[in-house]
C-alpha cells in the first residue's frame, strides 16, 4: 500500500506548482547562496527537489546541482522544467532513506519539508538526516532545510492555518488532530490531481520541536547548529523562531 506522500505526489507535478508554498523559490535561493558565500565551485545536492524549482534556479545562477526525489512524475516535470529554461541540472530517482552518497557535497538542501518530516517513524526521518550528512564532505560541509515547527501547534490550530493559506484549486485539508505524545499531526486531505480525479489522503506528518533537532544533528556530528523562523520567500539569520512560526529554518556546519 503506498503513503500518502507516494500518492500525493504521483501525478500532481502541475497543481504543485501552483501552491502557496512554493513562491518563494528566488528569495529562497538567494539566502542559500549568500550561506555559501557564492562560491560557484561548490557541489549542492537537493533532496526532495520535487519539480527542481531550488536546483533549476541555483543551476541558472550557476551551481553544480544534483536534485533527487522518489516520485518519478515529480522528476519528469522537473526535467522538463531545466530543459525549458535550458540550464543543467543531475536529476536522480532515489529514496532519501536509502542513499548512498558519501563525502560527495559541499552543500545539502532539503526545502519545504524535502521527505524530512513526511515519513511514517522517527527512524525513518532520522535516516534522512543521517543519509544527507553522509554526503556531505567531512570538511565544512553544510546542511540547509525547513521543517514543521513543534512549537507552532501548542498555540495554534494547523488546519486554521492551513486553511488561511488556500487558494482555489490548491489541496484542502477537512480534518487535523495533533498528538501531543508524538507531536505527529494526522490530517484528511482531498486533493484534484492533474487528471482531474479526486484523492482522500489520511496524511500523517511529524513537527520537530528544535532541542530535537539540535540533538539529532549532534549525533551526526554537526558541530555549529543554528535554527531560525523560516518566512516563504525571505529565510533570515535575523528572525528569530517563535510560537508564530509555522516552519522552522535550519542551518548546520561539519
Request: charged residues 35%; aromatic residues 10%; glycine residues 6%.
Amino acid at each position: 500500500m503506498k503513503q500518502w506522500y507516494e500518492a500525493l505526489f504521483e501525478n500532481y507535478a502541475n497543481k504543485y506548482e501552483k501552491e502557496v508554498f512554493t513562491k518563494g523559490t528566488k528569495g529562497e535561493c538567494d539566502f542559500i547562496e549568500k550561506e555559501i558565500k557564492y562560491n560557484k565551485d561548490l557541489r549542492i545536492l537537493d533532496i526532495g527537489c520535487g519539480t527542481g524549482r531550488h536546483s533549476i534556479e541555483l543551476a541558472k545562477r550557476g551551481y553544480p546541482v544534483t536534485g533527487i526525489d522518489l516520485s518519478e512524475s515529480m522528476l519528469k516535470k522537473a526535467e522538463e522544467n531545466a530543459k525549458r529554461e535550458n540550464v543543467k541540472v543531475t536529476f536522480e530517482n532515489h529514496d532519501a532513506r536509502k542513499l548512498s552518497f558519501k563525502s560527495e557535497f559541499d552543500l545539502t538542501i532539503m526545502m519545504c519539508e524535502g521527505g524530512f518530516s513526511l515519513m511514517e517513524t522517527d527512524e525513518m526521518n532520522f535516516k534522512i538526516l543521517e543519509n544527507a550528512s553522509n554526503a556531505l564532505k567531512q570538511k565544512k560541509g553544510k546542511l540547509i532545510f525547513t521543517t514543521l515547527n513543534g512549537l507552532f501547534p501548542l498555540f495554534h490550530s494547523v488546519k486554521d492555518f492551513i486553511d488561511s493559506k488556500k487558494e482555489e484549486g490548491n489541496a484542502e485539508c477537512t480534518e487535523s488532530t495533533f498528538d501531543l505524545m508524538t507531536f505527529r499531526e494526522h490530517n484528511v486531505t482531498n486533493v484534484v490531481d492533474d487528471d482531474g480525479n479526486e484523492k482522500e489522503l489520511h496524511c500523517n506528518e511529524r513537527y520537530y520541536v528544535p532541542s530535537e533537532i539540535t540533538w539529532m544533528l549532534k549525533s551526526l556530528r554537526f558541530t555549529k547548529i543554528d535554527i531560525f523562523g523560516a518566512k516563504l520567500g525571505a529565510f533570515s539569520r535575523n528572525d528569530p523562531l517563535t510560537t508564530e512560526d509555522f516552519e522552522m529554518l535550519i542551518i548546520a556546519e561539519k
